[in-house]
């Protein structure tokens, strides 16, 4: 070999080298609908440089459902989800290894609330056959928290009509115009709705009375999600990330609200800065609704497991069958905590 092909080879190596380092310290993410309040400590991770401090390089894709976020993360497309532990319950049946490293809440602060015609004649879930419901996608965690109220008087998912309609304004507009009997879905949504007379709830996860009326207890709702290959290739990437998002988390919960809200994006809010500011504030004061440190209980997966079964094929006659313990790995969550010292 002469000295120029020597140094070409060198030059290569280096460079390999370099990119291989790079990857290793870079994460893509799919976020089920990115403006959702659940999802606010990506966007703050983000705004306060907290993934520039761990030394991970992030680059986020608004899939715009919980329903596309898996298919991301199944196909490979992302390496970290923003959606909801429902997921992982779904896909680890048929072999697919998601597992939950981070929980956000014990509610989607989901509401269900119908126009004020139908809510007049309203006594039981069993007075929604027939209806237009409206959700983020089906799916999704709301459609999800629809069929758990269809199940409560023996409905299933074909006695109603879903529609998806997104988690932005055509929520908004598909409820306005008329296309819909009644939406489930969440704010800020829901209290621009309600905000504006059109509709009427019938059953409000933002209380806890609301929680455990739905889900039967304080269940597994917004999550981090990755797949078991993911943290093989890249545990530290997956710590590092863990740990700019359980900071942003605390600042979340903890911050003035003030702070928070001026590192929004507006077009998370758009009209709606007093609603989305009032859902901040409900949030840290209602008891439960809130995963303190971003780790999962046993006790909560096992309500969301058994919530599932009552309408998923997949799931339902198999809960003692289901390795609860696999499907969730708090390390990085404890690692990050334990890093950051005592929330202040």
């Not at 115009?177 to 933002?206: E, F, K, N, W, Y």
């Not at 590092?240 to 919960?253: D, G, L």
């Amino acid at each position: 070999m002469n000295k120029r092909m020597f140094l070409v080879a060198v030059v290569s190596l280096l460079t390999l080298g370099l990119a291989q380092a790079r990857a290793a310290d870079e994460i893509s993410v799919a976020v089920g609908g990115k403006a959702i309040i659940a999802y606010l400590p990506l966007t703050l991770a983000d705004e306060l440089g907290y993934f520039k401090d761990a030394g991970v390089t992030v680059t986020v894709n608004d899939v715009g459902s919980g329903t596309k976020m898996a298919e991301a993360l199944v196909g490979g497309s992302a390496e970290i989800g923003f959606g909801s532990y429902e997921h992982v319950l779904h896909l680890r049946p048929k072999g697919i290894d998601v597992v939950l490293i981070t929980l956000f809440n014990h509610t989607y602060g989901v509401v269900a609330g119908l126009d004020k015609a139908h809510a007049a004649k309203y006594h039981s879930p069993k007075d929604l056959k027939g209806l237009r419901m409206g959700v983020i996608a089906p799916g999704s965690s709301m459609d999800v928290a629809l069929q758990l109220l269809l199940a409560k008087d023996g409905l299933g998912h074909d006695d109603v009509s879903v529609i998806g309609v997104g988690a932005g304004a055509g929520a908004i507009a598909a409820m306005k115009s008329g296309q819909l009997d009644g939406i489930v879905h969440a704010d800020p949504i829901i209290s621009r709705l309600l905000q504006d007379g059109d509709i009427v709830p019938i059953v409000d996860t933002r209380t806890e009375a609301g929680i455990k009326y739905l889900y039967n207890g304080f269940f597994a709702g917004s999550a981090v999600l990755t797949r078991e290959a993911i943290i093989k290739a890249k545990p530290k990437a997956v710590q590092e990330f863990t740990t700019a998002v359980i900071r942003a988390f605390r600042f979340m919960q903890h911050a003035p609200v003030d702070e928070v809200m001026k590192l929004v994006p507006k077009e998370y809010y758009g009209p709606d800065s007093d609603i989305y500011r009032q859902t901040l504030i409900t949030d840290r004061d209602v008891p439960g609704i809130f995963a303190p440190s971003g780790a999962i209980d046993v006790d909560s997966a096992r309500t969301t497991l058994n919530d599932l079964a009552i309408f998923d094929p997949v799931l339902k006659g198999h809960e003692k069958d289901f390795d609860i313990a696999a499907s969730y790995d708090n390390r990085f969550v404890d690692e990050a905590n334990r890093k950051l010292g005592p929330a202040k």
